[in-house]
């Protein structure tokens, strides 16, 4: 175990190490879940990556002299080739829907009525592990196929037919016109939710099924009163996640009057070619950098001892009582509202970070464009950076639990079943090496936020006059890449709290 030191009587290292044990379920941890020392100080690393960034600054601004979205040549039209027509892409649209609803219906019955252990039952591990996570690195390399998949569309789309069927006449509009200003705010307040729940939920099936059909019921409400269009563009957590992701894959589709147009770019080009919609697009963006920033963050032993070491001996223990064991409640309950309240802080520190570091590049040469037209331009290229962070927090996830998914479907509701013949394979649990997993995570993030920069520079080619302009407006930029990466790192690097 980390070894706890914290200031004052030994009672105060008592109630530390209980918050340690105690205060986070940590059931998705992001890292090694033990201490590892690094082969070479933290600071060393550091230094390379800023190096690694500044060098491909330079070489950006010298070789980059346009952005790929003005080439005529950026994308290859897949759709004229046989392999790439999608004529019919409505049908294969249900298919897909009506193949995903099956999972779906199965973890809400397994958490329903399959026993109550997290690793013993279906729904846990293929909603967390399966479709979050799976999906996301998925949809990062194939396009945004949760868009023509999404179960929870087809649900909607079906009760609307059903509904038209039984009063014997075409189906109305929706009930409600969805309202400009309303944007992504939606989809926000979802998302906020959705990474509470992971943080500070009670990670039973019975809970996910519980989530899970409240969640049905809220989706298919929001797409009878505004249209499913309507909805699941702008409103629905998971169809915006996964289309944001999707900016960043070589495949993209677009929709058209006679199926499905599949376009080949390179990886990441498509990701600056569109601004952010609005405000709420970008805090959305935000949010997805901010709240894995901060969920690695809040299992470090550091963050920890704010709250449980220095705010309680500061002030805390007069309020609550001076006797560490019989203030562990009281604490334990601080412990919520106090990470509760940060992480609905994190997308608004991260907006005001952003905002400031976009209004000094403006006026570093003095551009006459907008200051919100700047900040909108530049807030896709923020997307490799989440997409790195999201993979080096929770891609162990599939090698050590992903895996069980092969024994859970023979048994599913964790009864003895052996339906495939599957429920005794991958016995073992896969434990990754801790240095090679330190490693790809700093080579991930550093490339992530290299890829930002060369992005970025493709935008700023975009909208101001010259490559030098471009290239001096980048840099505070670079700075802002520069402490990102620096404190990307430094999480990673901090032992865990609570073993993940």
């Given at each position: ?249 070589p495949l993209q589709w677009t929709d058209r009057r006679n199926g499905q147009r599949l376009e080949l770019r390179w990886p990441f080009a498509a990701t600056a070619d ?227």
């Open positions: 175990m980390i070894p706890v030191r914290a200031p004052g009587n030994s009672g105060l290292r008592t109630l530390v190490a209980a918050a340690i044990a105690c205060a986070s379920p940590a059931v998705f941890g992001h890292s090694f879940g033990r201490v590892y020392n690094l082969p070479v100080p933290f600071w060393m690393y550091a230094w390379g990556a800023t190096g690694a960034l500044l060098a491909s600054f330079v070489v950006v601004a010298y070789v980059v002299t346009r952005s790929p979205a003005a080439s005529a040549s950026a994308a290859v039209d897949l759709t004229r080739l046989r392999a790439g027509r999608w004529r019919h892409g409505r049908v294969w649209s249900r298919a897909l829907q009506t193949l995903a609803a099956i999972p779906l219906a199965l973890c809400i019955a397994t958490g329903l009525w399959g026993v109550d252990s997290p690793y013993g039952n279906f729904n846990l591990t293929a909603f967390w592990i399966v479709f979050v996570l799976g999906l996301t690195y998925v949809t990062a390399m194939t396009g945004d196929l949760y868009r023509v998949a999404n179960p929870w569309r087809g649900l909607a789309d079906l009760g609307a037919a059903v509904t038209s069927r039984l009063r014997r006449r075409p189906a109305a509009g929706p009930a409600l016109r969805y309202p400009v200003w309303l944007g992504y705010w939606p989809a926000v307040v979802q998302y906020l939710a959705f990474i509470w729940l992971e943080l500070f939920g009670q990670h039973t099936p019975r809970g996910l099924a519980a989530c899970l059909l409240v969640y049905t019921g809220i989706t298919l409400i929001g797409a009878w009163l505004f249209g499913s269009r309507a909805w699941f563009r702008y409103a629905d957590v998971f169809a915006v996640f996964f289309r944001q992701i999707a900016r960043m894959s569109r601004p952010a919609e609005s405000l709420s697009a970008l805090v959305f963006i935000l949010l997805m950098l901010s709240s894995t920033a901060f969920d690695g963050l809040s299992d470090t032993l550091a963050w920890r001892r704010v709250l449980w070491a220095d705010l309680y001996n500061a002030g805390l223990k007069h309020w609550i009582g001076d006797n560490p064991l019989a203030a562990f409640p009281a604490m334990r309950q601080i412990d919520r509202w106090w990470n509760s309240a940060w992480l609905l802080a994190s997308p608004w520190i991260y907006l005001a970070v952003y905002a400031a570091f976009v209004w000094l590049s403006g006026r570093v040469v003095r551009a006459q464009i907008a200051f919100r037209r700047l900040a909108l331009a530049f807030a896709p290229t923020l997307l490799p950076i989440a997409l790195a962070y999201h993979f080096t927090h929770y891609y162990t996830l599939l090698q050590t639990q992903g895996v069980k998914i092969i024994q859970l479907v023979s048994d599913p509701f964790g009864f003895g079943w052996n339906l495939f013949g599957t429920a005794d394979w991958m016995q073992r649990t896969i434990i990754p090496d801790a240095g090679t997993v330190w490693h790809v995570q700093v080579g991930l993030i550093v490339l992530g936020h290299i890829i930002s920069v060369y992005l970025a520079h493709c935008v700023a080619l975009r909208l101001f006059g010259t490559r030098r302009e471009a290239a001096i407006s980048q840099l505070p930029m670079l700075v802002l890449m520069i402490g990102l990466t620096a404190s990307g790192l430094w999480i990673l690097s901090q032992p865990l709290a609570t073993a993940g």
